[in-house]
């Protein structure tokens, strides 16, 4: 069954500083590819998606996120973190015949002044 | 369209009773999923439908938990009787087809006291 992994459970960034949340994934084939994100207290907002194409692609925001099937990684990134952008990001994944959406543990960010 | 539309948002009520909480998906789609969202366990599948069936309940904790749809614009998830490790936040979700984002509800935080 696929999975997905998010090493770091928390990470601390200055605002305007560049971002890159890391999203690592275990499947067979190409697996469909999700990067979530959820404020407090609210609901998973979808960033952005992969399902095929063009290995970079881009999301709301700002953020972008490259597929490396070498690597089977999928990590986030944004160029200039802005305040609101303190929240909770999950990467998941669906294997492209089934309806399982494995979420990864998620990973907190803190934006600083 | 309003989204997938969850009530209640906030439950508490005291261990040994039955808890009901409900879903609304987006119209039109075929796929609707009960989520558990915990500290300790993260984002877990319990179960999902579709086209109003039950498909995978092999995430449902024990038999205390039961789910149903008995149309395509309603589900239901229950908890009888609760107890105070099924406090979570649970969320809905429902996309169109296999591998379509999946849209989440804003979620019901459970307090089981």
């Known amino acids: 069954a696929q999975s997905v992994t998010q090493p770091d459970i928390h990470i601390t960034v200055s605002e305007g500083a560049s971002l890159e949340l890391r999203c690592n994934y275990s499947y067979g084939a190409t697996p469909y590819l999700f990067w979530y994100v959820q404020s407090p207290g609210q609901g998973l907002q979808l960033l952005l998606k992969?399902?095929?194409?063009?290995?970079l692609v881009q999301g709301i925001k700002g953020f972008e996120a490259e597929f490396k099937r070498s690597q089977s990684s999928f990590n986030l990134r944004k160029p200039s973190v802005h305040w609101s952008d303190a929240a909770e990001y999950f990467c998941?994944?669906?294997?492209?015949?089934?309806?399982?959406?494995?979420f990864g543990a998620g990973t907190r960010l803190t934006v600083k002044p | 369209d309003a989204g997938v539309i969850q009530s209640p948002r906030h439950e508490v009520t005291e261990m040994g009773q039955e808890v009901t909480l409900r879903c609304k998906p987006i119209?039109?789609?075929?796929?609707l999923f009960w989520y558990r969202q915990t500290m300790m366990r993260g984002l877990e599948l319990l179960i999902y439908?579709?086209?109003?069936?039950?498909?995978?309940d092999s995430g449902m904790p024990e038999d205390r938990f039961s789910a149903k749809m008995p149309n395509a614009s309603f589900s239901t998830l229950k908890i009888q009787p609760s107890e105070p490790r099924d406090s979570a936040v649970y969320f809905c979700a429902s996309r169109f087809s296999v591998g379509d984002t999946q849209y989440f509800g804003p979620g019901t935080r459970l307090t089981v006291l």
């Open positions: 998941a994944v669906v294997a492209y015949n089934n309806n399982d959406m494995r």
């Open positions: 992969y399902f095929s194409g063009d290995t």
């Open positions: 439908f579709n086209n109003n069936v039950p498909i995978d």
């Open positions: 119209s039109g789609h075929d796929y």
